[in-house]
């Protein structure tokens, strides 16, 4: 499965496409900022013309969505012109860069760019959400107000994952990462997971998601033994390969007992180890099993 559509809202609000030519005139709607493929106009260009609508000050968050040949250049152009306007820029909290569906970019071959200038430059920004992972560098930081942090791909790469292990982020509430293939990307082992883990502190998040992971099983029995587990409000394994082995692990485990809402869509789990789950409680999010293919479990996203 590949992302057909457009996120329809984003920090509680709608979202509305903003293209060049178009007016920007809903002051309750978070804007999309989107590029043809064949769009002549730059990155900075757009922005320079969605500011000319819209006052920086005013601007609390934004989306940046299709950029032209995303599966050959990055969004380099939009940052540096939200970078060059930071002073302007002192409400931006939410920035989601990459809301492309596959008839755009398929997700693994969306380029992405490096994160430290962006971050330097908003320190007081509370959400960051990222798709697409090819070029992309995410080196350890320090960011005292960043809340919510997603990354989605159809791969990561261990890089990311070490960057953000070694990073200080004392506010972390939500931490969102989808793991991917390994033909996308995705390094097929767990260590850099529990390390990542051991070091964020995870009892002070609201939200965990190890999502959309070939791996699933490995993490649901490693987390199912962490005394944290129950301090979570959400453990978020959706969208993976979650099987018996692990939906038992977590069904058994002596932590769970306190975690609010557990989801597990797109599954391979049988009715007997499902049963225990629905057992527990908490609220249980799942739908039908996935049929494996001579053996083999599948992501939902990684082209």
């Not at 769009?39 to 032209?68: M, Y």
């Not at 692990?246 to 069904?251: K, N, P, R, S």
Request: with cysteine; glycine share 8%.
């Amino acid at each position: 499965m590949t992302i057909g559509e457009n996120i329809e809202t984003f920090a509680g609000k709608p979202v509305r496409e903003f293209r060049s030519g178009d007016q920007a005139n809903d002051a309750n709607a978070v804007y999309r900022l989107s590029q043809d493929y064949d769009d002549e106009g730059s990155q900075a260009d757009l922005i320079a013309e969605f500011f000319a609508q819209v006052p920086p000050a005013t601007l609390t968050a934004l989306v940046l969505g299709a950029w032209s040949q995303a599966q050959e250049d990055s969004p380099e152009g939009f940052l540096n012109a939200l970078i060059e306007r930071r002073e302007q820029l002192s409400a931006l909290r939410a920035l989601f860069v990459g809301d492309i569906t596959y008839e755009e970019c398929e997700i693994s071959w969306i380029i992405q760019t490096g994160y430290a200038p962006l971050l330097a430059a908003f320190p007081a920004l509370e959400t960051l959400r990222i798709r697409g992972a090819e070029q992309l560098d995410l080196p350890p930081f320090e960011h005292a107000a960043l809340r919510e942090l997603a990354i989605e791909t159809g791969g990561l790469p261990d890089t990311v994952v070490t960057g953000i292990a070694q990073s200080r982020l004392p506010a972390l509430k939500h931490l969102e990462l989808w793991l991917g293939d390994e033909n996308y990307g995705f390094g097929g082992a767990i260590e850099p997971y529990v390390d990542l883990l051991e070091r964020i502190d995870p009892a002070r998040l609201d939200y965990l998601g190890l999502r959309n992971a070939p791996i699933s099983d490995e993490i649901a029995e490693y987390i199912a033994q962490q005394p944290w587990l129950g301090q979570l409000h959400t453990l978020d394994l959706s969208m993976g390969t979650l099987g018996d082995r692990g939906a038992l692990a977590l069904a058994q485990s002596p932590h769970i007992a306190g975690l609010k809402r557990l989801d597990v869509r797109h599954h391979y789990i049988g009715d007997a180890a499902v049963a225990k789950l629905r057992a527990l409680p908490l609220e249980l999010l799942i739908d039908d099993a996935e049929d494996e293919d001579d053996g083999d479990r599948y992501v939902q996203v990684s082209e």
